[in-house]
């Protein structure tokens, strides 16, 4: 199928589509004569899978760098992407386990912004937060 069309069956945008064919999440597709992308229906499963990815916070570079995993997780039904040890250096746990560390920091630096203004303007802290 050419990009517009595995552009719009996987929900996003053909733009989208040479973007992570440049960043090294998809493959480089196969050219017709004419030179147009032309894309299978694995690769609409795959795009699906790194949009989940990216909704779930992880970032462009965090999902490249275990882009050689992604098609277990577009398997039906997907496949863990640890290894057979576990959570090695090779698998997505260390790149989750980071993103986990920033969001839970980023939390935190919140949570103290918001209990500042919130002291600054006589307002209740806000749930189970200190006063």
């Known amino acids: 199928m050419r990009i517009g069309d595995a552009a719009a069956a996987a929900g996003t945008t053909p733009r989208a589509l040479r973007f992570y064919e440049q960043r090294g999440l998809l493959p480089p597709p196969v050219r017709s ?3 147009q992308r032309e894309y299978e229906s694995q690769t609409v499963v795959r795009v699906r899978v790194i949009r989940a990815l990216l909704a779930l ?4 570079d965090d999902i490249a760098s275990r882009s050689h995993r992604l098609d277990l997780l577009a398997e039906d039904p997907p496949r863990s992407c640890a290894s057979d040890e576990g959570s ?6 260390p790149v989750v386990e980071r993103r986990l560390a920033a969001l839970d920091a980023e939390i935190a630096r919140l949570t103290r912004l918001r209990a500042a203004l919130a002291r600054h303007t006589g307002m209740p802290p806000g749930p189970d937060l200190p006063r």
């Open 57 to 60: 916070g992880l970032t462009v």
């Open 88 to 93: 090695g250096p090779d698998t997505f746990t």
């Open 33 to 35: 004569a004419s030179g």
